[in-house]
């Protein structure tokens, strides 16, 4: 023993700890080590699985987990020996230890960025979409067929943060609640890509059809896009689920890492075969809408004269390519999430209400024909702000030719 330790009796000075008594005997599940240099390390074994009977009467069914051990200074501790007189093979080390402090969880980066920041870029995230949805909805100018895409893809995203921010609450609460919310989060972001196909399609379809002018109304075509797309989510996320329930096996559940050194299997999430059947039709519809991007900008370049229902079909097929490339995007880094590296998954956190900010920047703040439709709908005459108030030129602008015309006289529709 160096000079600088000491031999005292007597019970240490916890303060405002708890002092708890600890026992190392043959058999037990705590193992006490004392080094040189007078540091106390406490051994929490665990019970190693499938031992056998001999193994038991050995004492070998307990293995040390170098993940569950704590030290204590000197003055933190007391250890003594234990002689069983009459069983003189039963010796056994007892310390009287003060309680590790356990560190606050708000001290905690990973904890703090998982729990705290998280759900709240969800909540601003989910503000952002759901302003999207109630602009689209609630203005009649913007109920055709595009606008009812956009009012359903920005619901599916909803669905998909609010599923996620069920998932971080009852992450070991049980299985049922985290498969639920596992299965709805997949279910919508599936059903969004499949949204945005449908309307990349009919955008090209409308770019290539020679005869514009269907008698088919909106609301038909949008129950018939419907049937595909809701037809397509629900038939896959089916598949997903019975892949999972009854294909996939247990050890094929994925791991989450709270943080580089632990990982952690959760119990009900689904496994990788139902992930694969989920994501294979994501993949595809990425695919099929780049064609359909790389075909109708050949097409519009081509045109030297087009209409009205071409002009608006532009602008539609602009906010399809920005949605397309921020959608594809965020998938690549909710994908890069599932990985050990909690670097990936804070920017995963990060970009979540960037996101959104941007789907709300592209269907409703770049067009001038929806800044123009907000303004006459909530910023009239009433206005407290004049600036907001729409100016002369586009009040005749939108009384000429119904709201939609505007495309001849903006620069950007």
């Known amino acids: 023993m160096s000079s600088l330790q000491r031999l005292a009796t007597g019970f240490p000075n916890c303060k405002t700890r708890q002092q708890w008594l600890v026992y190392h005997y043959r058999g037990s599940g705590d193992r006490l ?4 240099n007078g540091k106390l390390r406490h051994y929490v074994l665990k019970h190693q699985h ?22 204590y200074e000197q003055g933190f501790y007391c250890l003594d020996k234990v002689i069983d007189i009459d069983r003189p093979d039963m010796n056994a080390q007892v310390a009287v230890i003060c309680t590790p402090q356990i560190p606050s969880p708000w001290t905690d980066a990973d904890f703090v960025m998982r729990r705290i920041v998280n759900p709240a870029c969800h909540a601003i995230a989910m503000a952002c979409l759901l302003l999207v949805a109630v602009v689209h909805f609630v203005l009649p100018q913007l109920r055709d067929l595009i606008g009812n895409m956009v009012t359903t893809l920005a619901g ?13 609450f009852v992450e070991y609460n049980g299985p049922v609640s985290y498969l639920t919310a596992d299965a709805f989060l997949y279910t919508s972001t599936l059903g969004s890509f499949f949204w945005l196909n449908a309307m990349g399609y009919y955008i090209w379809r409308t770019f290539k059809s020679r005869n514009v002018f269907l008698r088919i109304t909106d609301g038909r075509k949008y ?30 559940n994925r791991s989450y890492s709270s943080h580089p050194s632990t990982t952690t299997s959760i119990e009900g999430a689904i496994g990788w075969l139902g992930i694969a059947v989920i994501f294979v039709p994501v993949i595809c519809t990425i695919l099929v809408n780049l064609f359909f991007y790389i ?9 030297s004269t087009y209409g009205q229902i071409h002009h ?24 890069l999430s599932w990985t050990q590296h909690d670097s990936l998954f804070y920017v995963h956190v990060v970009f979540n ?32 702000l004049p600036c907001c108030r729409p100016k002369e030129t586009d009040v005749q602008a939108g009384t000429e030719w119904g709201e939609e015309m505007m495309a001849f006289n903006t620069a950007d529709y």
């Open 33 to 36: 080590v004392l080094y040189p």
């Open 50 to 71: 499938g031992s056998t009977e001999e193994q038991q009467q050995q004492n070998h069914d307990f293995i040390v987990d170098h993940e569950r051990s704590f030290d």
């Open 223 to 252: 129950c018939y896009y419907s049937l595909y797309v809701w037809g397509c989510t629900l038939t896959m996320g089916g598949m997903a689920l019975f892949a999972h329930l009854i294909l996939d096996s247990r050890d094929s």
């Open 156 to 168: 599916c995203m909803i669905v998909a943060r609010i599923a996620n921010i069920v998932r971080i």
């Open 295 to 303: 075909s109708t900008k050949s097409v519009i370049k081509r045109m």
């Open 312 to 335: 608006k079909m532009k602008y539609s097929f602009d906010m399809f390519s920005k949605l397309f490339a921020i959608m594809v995007i965020d998938l690549t880094l909710f994908i």
């Open 353 to 384: 209400p960037i996101q959104a900010a941007l789907v709300l920047y592209v269907t409703v703040i770049r067009p001038k024909r929806v800044k123009f439709l907000l303004r006459k709908a909530c910023c009239y005459e009433r206005c407290i």
